[in-house]
């Protein structure tokens, strides 16, 4: 009734309500555990850098660290936008990030926390509305970026992401203000930011940026939520600018695809380019190509989320809401294909062998580096035979020993920071590592509790990792120089072994290791 009344032309409810409004909403989002862990995962992720290798390594270990999460990328990479590009099968998250490019993996990782953390059963419809908008808009950030000349723009693409979070947040959380702003805007006299600042007291950019400053996310994508001023923008002066002005943008882009599917030519169109067309140096062929590039990789996104297309929203009248956000069962594999005890794929063989195609294909692009080719290997041994913990640990000339560089799994940044012993460790001839080193044996482990194993185990790694129950270490030697090895343990004995045509697949991805480190 409040919502009529202010649409009819009604003074807008005094401060202390409205305080009380925006108050209350920032307690529930900022008491919700939900969303306190949705906060700390994006933070995590926005923080990673792509400037090293260490970046790659901590992007890819956090979507492997979620079974959903991973599933969805490595969907996307081969959907039919990216399958062409990759030319075979994208069978790991490494491969993925040098296919979709680190930047793109992260922003879409943003986009499907988003999707899975604020999925709200009671008002799905209008929370689907506004995520689909958030997706969208990312998509033009990231075209947008491509178009310019200022370093780190990639960032545009999370300031776009995110414009539209304070929509999304009212109406997940809070429905009934959600609905009431919808209604005001409907009556065509208050635009969202008014109708936003009538029922919530702030408008909904400030509300995006109060929670992302709550969050920690940086300055420059907290100030990119800011309101452009009204009327034909100029070419923006730095860069923060800019990226205030790609946010706006491509919000006005997703809301317009979401309206027209074909703007093309529309009055909406003409309106775009008359006011960013001289921000942006855009013209009518430039906003059309855009408009195909957004949509093709929106159809992309969405078939990698398995989500729905959506009907057109139907009027808030109270009944008759749009229907509920469906995300279909993720591909888990196989029904009949399952794992043994120990944690081991039962598909094993299947999964290595799609790694060897991929790290084949990864390293025949040309472009790969060493480090690309040890991540993707070490993913593919972690995942493909069910390990807690795997590494790969290479000789520091400095220290006369060897430490581990890179790790997946279980606390893998407190084990990794302890896996490092000297040459000399435990005396010549009785450290199992050490002996797989000396002799380039590879070590089938299946259970490390076993008497003369144990006995050949040193002391720092029966400290570090004293529940390892089986494990694999396979050396890097090239020549005489022993310049490291792959190591991967489980909790667990694994009594069903490694049979020859699974020795033969982990021997073919030591080979390209060992190729590219003899080519490097």
Not at 221 to 239: D, E, H, S, T, W
Request: proline share 5%; net charge neutral; glycine share 8%.
């Amino acid at each position: 009734m409040a919502a009529a009344n202010m649409a009819a032309g009604a003074p807008p409810p005094d401060e202390q309500a409205t305080r009380r409004v925006r108050a209350a909403l920032m307690q529930k989002v900022n008491g919700d555990e939900e969303m306190f862990a949705l906060g700390a995962a994006i933070a995590r992720v926005v923080e990673l850098a792509s400037s090293d290798d260490q970046g790659t390594h901590d992007l890819a270990y956090f979507v492997l660290s979620d079974v959903a999460l991973t599933q969805r990328i490595l969907r996307l990479s081969n959907t039919v936008q990216y399958r062409t590009m990759a030319g075979t099968v994208v069978t790991t998250v490494s491969r993925a990030i040098a296919l979709l490019g680190f930047d793109n993996v992260k922003t879409t990782a943003l986009a499907m926390l988003l999707v899975d953390t604020l999925d709200n059963g009671a008002h799905a419809g209008s929370v689907r509305v506004e995520l689909e908008a958030a997706l969208c808009a990312s998509l033009v950030g990231r075209e947008m970026a491509r178009l310019s000349f200022y370093q780190g723009a990639e960032e545009a693409a999370i300031g776009a992401l995110f414009k539209n979070l304070g929509a999304l947040l009212v109406a997940s959380h809070a429905h009934e203000r959600y609905r009431e702003i919808r209604q005001l805007v409907a009556g065509g006299r208050h635009t969202p930011a008014q109708a936003s600042q009538l029922i919530l007291g702030c408008s909904y950019d400030t509300l995006s940026a109060a929670v992302l400053a709550e969050w920690k996310i940086p300055d420059v994508i907290v100030r990119a939520q800011a309101a452009l001023p009204a009327g034909v923008l100029k070419l923006a002066a730095n860069r923060g600018e800019w990226m205030r002005q790609v946010a706006a943008f491509s919000l006005e882009v997703a809301r317009l695809l979401a309206r027209v599917p074909d703007p093309a030519g529309s009055p909406e169109a003409r309106a775009l380019l008359a006011r960013y067309g001289a921000a942006f140096e855009l013209d009518t062929d430039r906003l059309e190509t855009l408009f195909a590039n957004v949509a093709g990789g929106m159809q992309a996104l969405m078939e990698s989320m398995n989500l729905q297309p959506l009907a057109p929203p139907e009027p808030e009248d109270g009944a008759g809401l749009p229907k509920v956000l469906l995300l279909a069962t993720l591909d888990a594999g196989d029904s009949d294909e399952g794992a043994h005890p120990s944690g081991k794929p039962k598909n094993a063989r299947a999964l290595l062998l799609a790694g060897v195609q991929d790290v084949t294909q990864l390293r025949a692009g040309g472009t790969a580096r060493l480090n690309d080719v040890i991540l993707a290997v070490l993913e593919t041994l972690y995942r493909a035979l069910g390990f807690r913990f795997a590494t790969v640990c290479l000789k520091d000339a400095r220290q006369n020993g060897y430490r581990a560089r890179v790790s997946f799994g279980e606390e893998h940044a407190r084990v990794q920071a302890g896996f490092s012993f000297p040459v000399a460790d435990n005396g010549p001839g009785r450290d199992l590592f050490l002996l797989a080193l000396d002799n380039d044996a590879d070590l089938m482990i299946s259970d490390a509790a076993s008497p003369k194993i144990r006995e050949l185990l040193p002391a720092w790694h029966r400290a570090l990792l004293p529940d390892a129950k089986s494990f694999i270490v396979l050396p890097l030697v090239v020549g005489k120089a022993r310049l490291g090895f792959f190591y991967a343990d489980r909790a667990c004995t694994a009594p069903e072994g490694v049979p020859p045509d699974e020795t033969a697949l982990i021997r073919a991805l030591k080979r390209q290791i060992l190729s590219a480190l003899a080519a490097g």
